[in-house]
Structure formats: structure tokens, C-alpha cells
């Protein structure tokens, strides 16, 4: 009986964590992001994206595009993924792709300062620097490893989008007001989040419904868990329901648009706009509280809707909603997987057991910061004060750096995901260098917080790069000569 007990208590801790997930973090994050990954492979001829990101263009200019793009994007591990499977399914190369993915969820500008102003500019300013580092280092080391196939890559790209014309103003503007209807759902501005005007609507027993999933999902915010609300049950199912017509109207899509394809459009919009509002359940009603996000939201919807009917050409609607489905089919399916997972192991981990393992800056400690942020991934922003009860718990400042470093990087579901857009060996090749460079990361703070002088430090770092950078040097040299070689093969 304890045995069904304990087993039952997993399940529900991972129903749990996927259905606060899919509440919060879905809608005004991720559907966003999907659409801008359609957008970007519908709309966005491949010469746009190989003119900063190519595997051809010129290091200096393409690493620090994409690192640039990610600090800039305030989004975290799962929004990421769509727009990274967005450049570089339309020709970006492996090592730009990837400093993209590194970056954009490790220091983007909000994660940096919520860092700055709760744990410590120092170690804000050393997730910066050591990111910037470390997610270019990365992305060259897979464009060294990788570079016959991402030659591959490119010449598939090129046969794919062979002769698409130049990218219309229309579709630019349609691209920009996608990526203002991310910021203004993800933001944390105050402008924001200040409620301009309140709705009381009578409609009783959501108080109690919302009591009750309090007691059927338990939580504990300081872990950084977080709750399943009335609301959240309200877009969960909204969610079922814009799956239900995607598939009858966007699945086959290239026969033909029909009724389905814009009940499913519209049923996005107006979910966006049910995810904006505040909502506050009381005894004999509910309190909608309409906020700056939701009129962002709105403005948006509007706008993106009259731009699908009247700006974009029917091709183009049709290969943007298309694309869009595309990426909703690959990826949320193994998100669900990947959250569900993650629910249920957090229940098995104690952070309390990081005071016996990671209360010093070793090895091992900054390796179990790392780990940790495998299996106990929080979304951006959500992982600072997390990171400070690891810090109130004995965490050394060294491993937590590894942590803060990691986490959004090789959180599950974000590898299960990433080796289904760039393959198996790609995938677990990078997450094999990102925990190698995110423990190097947390050996490094933590010896200056143990009072190593930060000049020794830069030189251990530039001795260590610098031998790593003539290995891999010599290692593509000597690919590039037996490739050269006579009887050499190039398939």
C-alpha cells in the first residue's frame, strides 16, 4: 500500500508540474514563439538569415549576431527552441544556431538583472561574461565538429527554398508585431503588469474550483512550484480545443483553407487575450482585471489579424500557418513528455542534499550544479529565487553559478527537443560541452569568491581556450586533408 501510495504521489507530482506548466508558461510564451518560428520559415528568405547567421559568414559578424539576438530576446529555455528551429531550418548555420540557443535563456537582459538585484551583481556580471564566452566557444566547437554536416545542411536548404524572392515589407511588419505580441505577454515591465480597469463578472463556484485544485495539485511557492488556478484549468482546455481544430483545419491546409483553419486562428486569439487578463475569483463572481498586457495583447491580435486577411498574400498565410502546425506537431509532444518527467524526479530530489555535495567550490559540487539543472529546471526568472534558497541551503556561489548556467540549457524536455531538430549525436554532443563549460563557469566564480586573484583566473581561462582552440584547430585540418586526399570520399 505505501508502495501505490508513493507511486501515486509521483504521478501527481508530475501531473502536477505539466498541468501548472502548460497554464503559465504555454500560452503567452510559447504559442508567441511557434508563430514566429512559422513566420520566420514562411516569410524570411534564407539570404536574410545566411547574411548574419550563415555557416559562411564571417565569424566576427555572425557570433556575435546571434549572441546579440539572444541577449536582447527575454525568453526562456522552452520559448527558445521554436525560434531556434526556425533559423536554422532556414539555413543558419549549426555554430550561430547554437550560440543562439545557449545565450538567449542564460542571459538575456531580465534573467540578468533580477540576478544583479537578488543574489549579487557579481554574480550577474559572471553569468554574463561567462556566457558570452562559453556560448560562442560552444557554437564553433559544433560548426568544427559538424562542418561536413552543416555543408550538408546548407545545400538542403538551398534546394528547399531555391528561388524564393525577396522578403515583402508586409511580411516584415507582420514578423515584428509577432515578436511585440511575445514582449508584451513575457515582460515584466510595470506598465505591464498595473491593472487599468476591473470587470466583476457573477459567475459563482470558481472560488471553490480553485480551492480545490489547491488541495488536489499541493504546492510550495518557495520551491519555486507553482499552483494550478480556475484560470489555468479555463486554458488548458482552451488549449485541447485549439488542437481539435488545427488538425481538421490547418493539417491539410495545402488543399485548401476551410471553416476550421480560422475557428483555429481565432480560437489562438482569443485564448492570448484570456491568458492577459488578472483573474481573482471571490464568493459569487470573479474579477477580470484588465491589464497593460492584456491591451498588448490585444492590439496585437488585432493587428495580426487584419494583416492575415488583407496584407499577406494567400500562399503566404497558408505556408505560415503550415510551418507554424509543423512546429507545434515536433515539439509539444515531447515537452509534455519532458515537463511530466521533470515533475515527477523533483519529487525524488531533496535541495537540501546540495549542503552535504555542492556546500564547496569543487568538482563534483559545481558537476551536481549542473545536474541540477537538468532535472530541476525553472522557467527564467522563476529560477533567481530558487537559486537563493540554494544559496540560504549551503550552495556555494560557484556551483550555483553552474545551476544558473545550466538550467536553462539541458532541462530535459530542451535536449529531448533539440535532438529532434538537429539529430541524436548533434544534441548530446552539445549538451556534453555546455556541462563541461558550465562547471569550468562555476569552478572559475567560485575560485575568485575563494579569493583567487581575477588576473590568474583570465590566464588559467585564455591557457585553457587558447589549447583548446589548437586541438580543434588540428582536428579540422586533418579532417579537411583526408578529405582532400586522392580516393577520398565526400558523401
Same mark, same amino acid.
Given at each position: 500500500?505505501? +508502495?501505490?501510495?508513493?507511486?501515486?504521489?509521483?504521478?501527481?507530482?508530475?501531473?502536477?508540474?505539466?498541468?501548472?506548466?502548460?497554464?503559465?508558461?504555454?500560452?503567452?510564451?510559447?504559442?508567441?514563439?511557434?508563430?514566429?518560428?512559422?513566420?520566420?520559415?514562411?516569410?524570411? /528568405?534564407?539570404?536574410?538569415?545566411?547574411?548574419?547567421?550563415?555557416?559562411?559568414?564571417?565569424?566576427?559578424?555572425?557570433?556575435?549576431?546571434?549572441?546579440?539576438?539572444?541577449? =536582447?530576446?527575454?525568453?526562456?529555455?522552452?520559448?527558445?527552441?521554436?525560434?531556434?528551429?526556425?533559423?536554422?531550418?532556414?539555413?543558419?548555420?549549426?555554430?550561430?544556431?547554437?550560440?543562439?540557443?545557449?545565450?538567449?535563456?542564460?542571459?538575456?537582459? =531580465?534573467?540578468?538583472?533580477?540576478?544583479?538585484?537578488?543574489?549579487?551583481?557579481?554574480?550577474? +556580471?559572471?553569468?554574463?561574461?561567462?556566457?558570452?564566452?562559453?556560448?560562442?566557444?560552444?557554437?564553433?566547437?559544433?560548426?568544427?565538429?559538424?562542418?561536413?554536416?552543416?555543408?550538408?545542411?546548407?545545400?538542403?536548404?538551398?534546394?528547399?527554398?531555391?528561388?524564393?524572392?525577396?522578403?515583402?515589407?508586409?511580411?516584415?511588419?507582420?514578423?515584428?508585431?509577432?515578436?511585440?505580441?511575445? !514582449?508584451?505577454?513575457?515582460?515584466?515591465?510595470?506598465? &505591464?503588469?498595473? #491593472?487599468?480597469?476591473?470587470?466583476?463578472?457573477?459567475?459563482?463556484?470558481?472560488?471553490?474550483?480553485?480551492?480545490? =485544485?489547491?488541495?488536489?495539485?499541493?504546492?510550495?511557492?518557495?520551491?519555486?512550484?507553482?499552483?494550478?488556478?480556475?484560470?489555468?484549468?479555463?486554458?488548458?482546455?482552451?488549449?485541447?480545443?485549439?488542437?481539435?481544430? #488545427?488538425?481538421?483545419?490547418?493539417?491539410?491546409?495545402?488543399?485548401?483553407?476551410?471553416?476550421?483553419?480560422?475557428? #483555429?486562428?481565432?480560437?489562438?486569439?482569443?485564448?492570448?487575450?484570456?491568458?492577459?487578463?488578472?483573474?481573482?475569483?471571490?464568493?459569487?463572481?470573479?474579477? &477580470?482585471?484588465?491589464?497593460?498586457?492584456?491591451?498588448?495583447?490585444?492590439?496585437?491580435?488585432?493587428?495580426?489579424?487584419?494583416?492575415?486577411?488583407?496584407?499577406?498574400?494567400?500562399?503566404?498565410?497558408?505556408?505560415?500557418?503550415?510551418?507554424?502546425?509543423?512546429?507545434?506537431?515536433?515539439?509539444?509532444?515531447?515537452?509534455?513528455?519532458?515537463?511530466?518527467?521533470?515533475?515527477?524526479?523533483?519529487?525524488?530530489?531533496? /535541495?537540501?542534499?546540495?549542503?552535504?555535495?555542492?556546500?564547496?567550490?569543487?568538482?563534483?559540487?559545481?558537476?551536481?550544479?549542473?545536474?541540477?539543472?537538468?532535472?530541476?529546471?525553472?522557467?527564467?526568472?522563476?529560477?533567481? /529565487?530558487?537559486?537563493?534558497?540554494?544559496?540560504?541551503?549551503?550552495?556555494?556561489?560557484?556551483?550555483?553559478?553552474?545551476?544558473? +548556467?545550466?538550467?536553462?540549457?539541458?532541462?530535459?524536455?530542451?535536449?529531448?527537443?533539440?535532438?529532434? +531538430?538537429?539529430?541524436?549525436?548533434?544534441?548530446?554532443?552539445?549538451?556534453?560541452?555546455?556541462?563541461?563549460?558550465?562547471?569550468?563557469?562555476?569552478?572559475?566564480?567560485?575560485?575568485?569568491?575563494?579569493?583567487?586573484?581575477?588576473?590568474?583566473?583570465?590566464?588559467?581561462?585564455?591557457?585553457?581556450?587558447?589549447?583548446?582552440?589548437? !586541438?580543434?584547430?588540428?582536428?579540422?585540418?586533418?579532417?579537411?586533408?583526408?578529405?582532400?586526399? /586522392?580516393?577520398?570520399?565526400?558523401?
Amino acid at each position: 500500500m505505501e +508502495i501505490l501510495d508513493f507511486i501515486l504521489k509521483l504521478v501527481q507530482g508530475g501531473l502536477g508540474n505539466l498541468a501548472a506548466y502548460l497554464a503559465a508558461h504555454v500560452l503567452l510564451c510559447l504559442l508567441p514563439a511557434f508563430y514566429i518560428a512559422g513566420a520566420m520559415t514562411a516569410l524570411i /528568405p534564407k539570404e536574410t538569415i545566411t547574411r548574419f547567421l550563415g555557416r559562411n559568414t564571417p565569424k566576427y559578424i555572425s557570433y556575435p549576431a546571434s549572441a546579440a539576438a539572444g541577449f =536582447l530576446l527575454a525568453v526562456c529555455s522552452c520559448t527558445v527552441i521554436p525560434l531556434f528551429a526556425g533559423i536554422y531550418k532556414k539555413g543558419a548555420g549549426i555554430g550561430p544556431a547554437i550560440t543562439f540557443l545557449f545565450v538567449a535563456p542564460a542571459i538575456n537582459i =531580465l534573467a540578468l538583472a533580477y540576478t544583479g538585484s537578488v543574489i549579487g551583481m557579481d554574480l550577474a +556580471i559572471a553569468r554574463l561574461v561567462l556566457s558570452l564566452v562559453f556560448g560562442i566557444g560552444v557554437g564553433i566547437i559544433m560548426a568544427l565538429i559538424f562542418s561536413k554536416q552543416d555543408a550538408e545542411h546548407d545545400r538542403a536548404t538551398d534546394a528547399m527554398f531555391a528561388g524564393q524572392a525577396a522578403m515583402r515589407r508586409a511580411a516584415l511588419i507582420f514578423m515584428l508585431v509577432l515578436v511585440a505580441l511575445l !514582449v508584451a505577454g513575457t515582460f515584466q515591465f510595470e506598465f &505591464l503588469k498595473q #491593472s487599468y480597469a476591473q470587470i466583476n463578472l457573477p459567475i459563482g463556484g470558481l472560488d471553490r474550483l480553485q480551492d480545490g =485544485l489547491f488541495q488536489l495539485v499541493p504546492f510550495d511557492p518557495a520551491k519555486g512550484e507553482e499552483g494550478v488556478t480556475a484560470q489555468g484549468v479555463i486554458l488548458i482546455g482552451m488549449l485541447v480545443l485549439i488542437g481539435l481544430t #488545427s488538425w481538421k483545419g490547418i493539417e491539410k491546409i495545402h488543399d485548401g483553407f476551410n471553416a476550421w483553419t480560422w475557428i #483555429s486562428t481565432a480560437m489562438v486569439g482569443l485564448t492570448l487575450l484570456i491568458a492577459a487578463l488578472g483573474f481573482t475569483p471571490y464568493a459569487g463572481g470573479v474579477t &477580470l482585471a484588465l491589464t497593460g498586457k492584456f491591451f498588448g495583447v490585444l492590439v496585437s491580435v488585432i493587428a495580426l489579424g487584419w494583416m492575415i486577411k488583407s496584407a499577406l498574400t494567400e500562399a503566404e498565410t497558408r505556408d505560415f500557418l503550415w510551418e507554424s502546425w509543423r512546429f507545434v506537431k515536433q515539439i509539444f509532444p515531447l515537452l509534455i513528455v519532458g515537463v511530466f518527467a521533470v515533475g515527477i524526479i523533483r519529487m525524488l530530489i531533496q /535541495p537540501e542534499w546540495i549542503q552535504a555535495i555542492a556546500g564547496q567550490n569543487t568538482l563534483l559540487g559545481n558537476f551536481v550544479g549542473v545536474v541540477f539543472g537538468v532535472f530541476m529546471y525553472f522557467p527564467t526568472l522563476v529560477e533567481v /529565487p530558487i537559486a537563493q534558497m540554494f544559496l540560504s541551503l549551503g550552495m556555494h556561489r560557484g556551483p550555483l553559478l553552474a545551476y544558473l +548556467i545550466s538550467d536553462p540549457e539541458l532541462s530535459l524536455q530542451s535536449i529531448l527537443i533539440t535532438a529532434t +531538430i538537429i539529430g541524436r549525436l548533434r544534441a548530446w554532443v552539445y549538451v556534453f560541452w555546455v556541462a563541461l563549460f558550465s562547471t569550468l563557469a562555476g569552478l572559475i566564480y567560485g575560485s575568485w569568491v575563494d579569493g583567487t586573484s581575477i588576473g590568474l583566473l583570465a590566464l588559467y581561462l585564455a591557457v585553457f581556450l587558447a589549447a583548446m582552440a589548437g !586541438v580543434l584547430w588540428w582536428v579540422n585540418r586533418r579532417g579537411q586533408a583526408q578529405a582532400e586526399a /586522392p580516393g577520398a570520399t565526400t558523401d
